[in-house]
């Protein structure tokens, strides 16, 4: 029997965070236990706006938008909210479309690291994160714009499982209920909820979403 499919939406704000989306795709859809393949429709959009002036949506369609929430700087922190309110806009001129948030704390990167270690140490700045990836992938990158040159990328994706994906996902949740724990305060803007400290993030949630879907138990 033909097997059904899943399509899953996205805005991200760079290539790093849709390669590892399509790999995602591509590794469910090859797994032995997969129940529906998982098709990713994934753009390199920052501003959710114009990702959903191009989309024809016939019922009630999710999009998450992956980005960062890159300090508590002033500028950074305004930055972040005024994509919130695209969001919020985009759902707005297209009724059947609900955005939901897929942010990091400070960067992708976080999300990338906790596939391999735990990552649960609040850093100074999203720079740190730099020296956690030469060590925690073997690798010796100059700079964060050789790290994310597509072929070492992927050559880092290459070391992934589905099994190291469930354990990002573990560690993620771990993090966000020690937050809760620490007694932290979970923000609120425009319906989006978000913590401000470091580590935080949320994109584990589309991608626990997109595994229970799609693989059989």
């Known amino acids: 029997m033909r097997k059904l499919s899943n399509t899953y939406y996205f805005s991200v704000e760079g290539k790093t965070e849709q390669w590892y989306l399509k790999w995602l795709g591509r590794t469910i859809n090859n797994c032995p236990k997969v129940a529906k393949y998982a098709k990713i429709d994934c753009r390199v959009q920052k501003n959710p706006v114009s990702r959903v002036k191009t989309m024809k949506v016939l019922s009630q369609t999710e999009i998450t938008h992956i980005f960062d929430r890159e300090s508590e700087d002033q500028e950074h922190e305004k930055k972040f909210e005024n994509t919130l309110m695209r969001m919020k806009e985009a759902q707005k001129k297209k009724k059947d479309i609900r955005y939901k948030l897929g942010y990091s704390n400070f960067s992708f990167e976080l999300w990338i690291l906790l596939h391999k270690t735990d990552c649960c140490k609040t850093l100074n700045h999203r720079g740190q994160y730099f020296s956690l990836i030469n060590r925690t992938f073997g690798e010796n990158f100059s ?36 937050n809760k724990d620490k007694g932290y305060t979970a923000h609120q803007y425009l319906g989006y909820e978000y913590y401000t400290v470091n580590p935080s993030l949320s994109v584990w949630e589309v991608v626990k979403k997109i595994l229970t879907e799609c693989l059989n138990p």
């Open 143 to 178: 700079s964060m714009d050789e790290y994310k040159e597509e072929k070492n990328f992927n050559r880092i994706l290459d070391t992934f499982t589905l099994d190291d994906v469930w354990s990002a996902i573990r560690r993620s949740e771990r993090i966000m209920k020690n």
